[in-house]
């Protein structure tokens, strides 16, 4: 896999997570105050944008890649949402969560050197 | 006092069967995708694979992804997220390569099926994380 289409794989990844995430706070129980449409509405589109983005990056990795080369990229998910915790959240990483990490920055890194 | 018995549900709304189903759509819709993909690819890496859109592949991915999302959406209610994010998650990256090798006919070579191992290894160790920030954030 060229530098491009592993670049391509991480940023729709990223673009899935964030989109996964806002339209989370979207549907959350809505208030009741004057500007709760407002508060929708900000969390709302910024995650249709990035999940679209996600959608058509995808499409054009595999207009190119083979799926089975590609689809490992998925596991990222799980491992951008622990690190987006640790981030917004400051929650605690616990060596389980960092060696699954690993794992799974290790497997990408097989299938993305392999052919 | 006779107790009261719940009438059992049909197997096929077992939430475990329902999140088998969700893991094989995701498969299917991954593979319906790739071949709107394939059947529009330009030759070159585009940024964005808007052409796709033209397949009808492409669309009947789509509505595999749809009937994916309801089955999560069901199985989210009846099981505990964690348990149901890492059976999914898990069962669609052996799934996609299979049925890329069978539906599309991709060569897997044994170093891909290496570094599925290894990524399965880790959504084994972080599901129960991911799962539980997804609910906190």
Request: net charge positive.
């Amino acid at each position: 896999m060229n530098t491009l289409a592993i670049s391509l794989c991480i940023i729709c990844q990223l673009f899935q997570v964030t989109g996964q995430l806002f339209l989370k706070k979207a549907m959350a129980p809505p208030g009741t105050g004057p500007g709760s449409g407002r508060v929708f509405a900000i969390r709302f589109v910024p995650g249709i944008v990035c999940l679209s983005l996600w959608f058509f990056i995808w499409l054009g990795v595999l207009q190119q890649q083979d799926l089975s080369h590609v689809y490992v990229f998925e596991g990222l998910n799980p491992a951008l949402l622990a690190i987006a915790a640790w981030f917004l959240l400051a929650e605690h990483m616990n060596a389980k969560t960092w060696i699954g990490i690993a794992f799974i920055c290790a497997g990408i890194a097989v299938v993305s050197a392999g052919q | 006092m006779t107790p009261t018995t719940r009438p059992s549900s049909p197997w096929f709304l077992n939430p475990y069967a329902i999140l088998t189903l969700g893991a094989v759509l995701a498969a299917v819709a991954e593979v319906l995708l790739k071949k709107g993909a394939a059947t529009t690819t330009t030759g070159q890496q585009a940024i964005l694979g808007i052409g796709a859109l033209t397949a009808w592949w492409t669309w009947l991915g789509i509505v595999a992804y749809i009937m994916n999302f309801a089955c999560w959406l069901y199985v989210l209610k009846r099981l505990p997220v964690g348990i149901a994010f890492a059976i999914i998650t898990g069962a669609a990256q052996v799934l996609v390569p299979l049925g890329a090798w069978i539906a599309l006919g991709e060569k897997v070579a044994p170093t891909r099926w290496v570094g599925i191992v290894l990524v399965l290894a880790g959504i084994a160790f972080i599901a129960q994380t991911a799962a539980r920030v997804e609910e906190s954030l």
